[in-house]
């Protein structure tokens, strides 16, 4: 908790970075790698990092980057928030992302945040003075309403896997809705007629075609009807995953098949099978997506939706280098494509004839 030590602040001065590192109490480096997005990079507790962004936000401390503003014209540094460093699907993204960056003559700052109170505020404090464009992901994040107050201070936003929240925002993502389509008609082609989708969460407000539309299109083509209990929400994990399973097995008329969200959870879906006993894909078959290299090592290796995640990274930095130098005036929103990669979760080579 913050120690309420406003008062500290002379009345009508402006707050110091000595004024937050006071109240939040910690040293005045600490107040500067947390509100310049190098946290992580030094492994500052999350703890600490929330301190120093709620002191900020109490005082309504904005650094002063005036001294440095007359000495260059940008940072050259881009922060990618991410919602976390767990999921090993960024590695991919973000290693693309750091390349082209440094190609280009750009510096990445990695930021992990779920959009918990103050995060952003503390961002949209820096007004773009401690970067020169951001790069968002995860649900919550890129629903944020300080996204929009940073690019209506004309910071240089993308988001990815989502459509841009505003006309000023660029959006890179893959084609999810056409990769739902896949993984479920590749099911539905081996001979299964319940097959569940496991998902997380989507904010009510979230509109773009997602994994479960191109479910639902496979399904309708292959006259089957949509059950709704045969779509469980579950968190992004591999032990979402596993519970989610355990619930499809419980129920009266389990099914036969799942299409996981991504690989995380497909991993956990392997995982609790494989506890309750029964052959894989024998008794059950199961895709995953996002083409992890831990697919290739699971037993039996993962069917999944398979994309360029290193594209996703690069064409994200490039669409922001174009606005930051304003190379592109206006948002766009650049679609990657996905294909079905076929291993043994759902039947190895012999499911290939069903795709011919």
Do not use: W
């Not at 075609?209 to 994990?237: C, H, K, M, Q």
Request: neutral net charge.
């Amino acid at each position: 908790m913050v120690r309420r030590e406003a008062s500290t602040v002379e009345r009508g001065s402006a707050p110091t970075s000595a004024d937050v590192a006071r109240l939040a109490g910690v040293s005045q480096a600490t107040i500067s790698l947390v509100l310049n997005g190098r946290a992580s990079n030094v492994r500052i507790s999350d703890e600490t990092r929330d301190r120093v962004i709620s002191a900020a936000a109490q005082l309504g401390y904005t650094p002063n980057h005036a001294a440095r503003s007359l000495r260059q014209r940008s940072t050259k540094i881009i922060t990618f928030v991410l919602p976390s460093l767990d999921n090993p699907y960024y590695s991919d993204v973000i290693s693309a992302a750091q390349v082209t960056a440094q190609q280009h003559g750009y510096a990445v700052s990695v930021i992990p945040t779920r959009a918990r109170p103050g995060e952003f505020h503390a961002l949209s404090l820096l007004q773009g003075a401690a970067f020169d464009g951001i790069i968002v992901a995860g649900h919550e994040n890129c629903a944020a309403p300080e996204l929009l107050q940073l690019a209506a201070r004309g910071v240089a936003v993308v988001v990815l896997q989502q459509h841009g929240p505003d006309p000023a925002i660029h959006s890179v993502s893959v084609d999810l809705e056409a990769g739902g389509y896949l993984a479920t008609r590749h099911l539905t082609g081996l001979g299964h007629r319940r097959i569940a989708h496991v998902m997380e969460e989507l904010p009510p407000s979230d509109t773009r075609r997602d994994r479960i539309d191109g479910y639902r299109r496979a399904l309708s083509e292959a006259g089957l009807p949509f059950d709704p209990s045969l779509v469980v929400i579950t968190e992004n994990s591999m032990a979402g995953g596993c519970k989610a399973i355990e619930h499809l097995l419980l129920s009266h008329r389990p099914p036969s098949a799942a299409f996981m969200y991504n690989d995380q959870m497909a991993v956990g879906a392997l995982h609790a099978l494989r506890t309750h006993g029964l052959r894989i894909p024998g008794d059950f078959a199961v895709v995953g997506f996002d083409g992890l290299a831990v697919g290739q090592f699971t037993a039996p290796p993962l069917t999944t939706i398979d994309h360029p995640r290193g594209d996703l990274g690069r064409l994200a930095v490039e669409t922001l280098i174009d606005a930051i130098e304003k190379r592109s005036p206006e948002a766009r929103e650049r679609m990657l494509p996905v294909k079905l990669l076929i291993r043994e979760s759902c039947g190895g080579m012999e499911a290939s004839l069903h795709q011919s």
